[in-house]
């Protein structure tokens, strides 16, 4: 029962340099969601995926891209990285919509630091 | 400005303390979730709560909707307990949720 995967689990970055965050999840879920986490400050979503097929913006989406490549992964690209960028990086699913109960679950998150 | 306000910041308890966290959220929610995120960063989902009260072993979730505020209480605490927990708001129209910037609990033995 691995739940929800996120590789890798530790990056550092040049500035510029471009790179792809994975997750994927084995709960049949059909909700995906992308977080930062930075000191001082909530959780913030960058992305979701409420549906395979489809894509929404977050609070905090400028600089990433994301594609739902099918119902089990939801991947987060940063196209060239930047230090504002540093953060650690969540990646989630639920079954429906919800960060709690009804089988939210998170990933171990991803820290990455841009230098 | 924070639709959901956390309090205290960072609390520091002795083994077999009753700890309470508060959370005060400003828009109108369908629910409102309590996480755990442990030392190592993995967030666990402790409560789902739209009203009344839940008990999970010495963990016991609140919720005032006419006055917005939740609470979480640990009984009995244990240095297993120290963690930060975050309460988030799961609003009532949309799909962003509110998140607190969670209160980091350190419990001494």
């Known amino acids: 029962n691995a739940g929800v995967t996120q590789t890798p689990k530790f990056q550092v970055l040049k500035t510029g340099q471009s790179m792809t965050l994975q997750c994927a999840q084995d709960?049949?879920?059909?909700?995906m969601y992308w977080y930062r986490q930075d000191p001082g400050m909530g959780l913030r979503l960058i992305y979701y995926s409420a549906s395979e097929g489809t894509t929404d913006k977050g609070e905090v989406p400028n600089g990433y891209n994301v594609s739902r490549l099918n119902k089990r992964e939801f991947s987060l690209r940063l196209e060239s990285a930047a230090p504002s960028q540093t953060s650690v990086y969540f990646c989630?699913?639920?079954?429906?919509?919800?960060?709690?109960?009804?089988?939210?679950?998170f990933g171990s998150g991803t820290r990455l630091t841009v230098v | 400005k924070n639709e959901v306000e956390q309090s205290p910041q960072n609390l520091t308890a002795q083994e077999g303390e009753f700890i309470t966290i508060n959370c005060s959220y400003s828009?109108?929610?369908?629910?409102l979730h309590w996480l755990q995120q442990h030392p190592g960063g993995g967030i666990v989902s402790l409560f789902m709560?739209?009203?009344g009260k839940k008990k999970h072993g010495r963990l016991i979730a609140t919720i005032n909707i006419q006055e917005k505020h939740s609470s979480l209480h640990i009984t009995a605490s244990h240095p297993r307990d120290s963690a930060v927990y975050i309460c988030a708001a799961e609003p009532n129209t949309g799909n962003q949720f509110y998140f607190g910037t969670g209160t980091s609990l350190t419990v001494i033995p």
């Open positions: 828009v109108g929610i369908s629910a």
């Open positions: 709560l739209s009203s």
């Open positions: 709960m049949n879920h059909n909700s």
């Open positions: 989630a699913s639920s079954e429906y919509g919800g960060p709690g109960g009804y089988g939210y679950t």
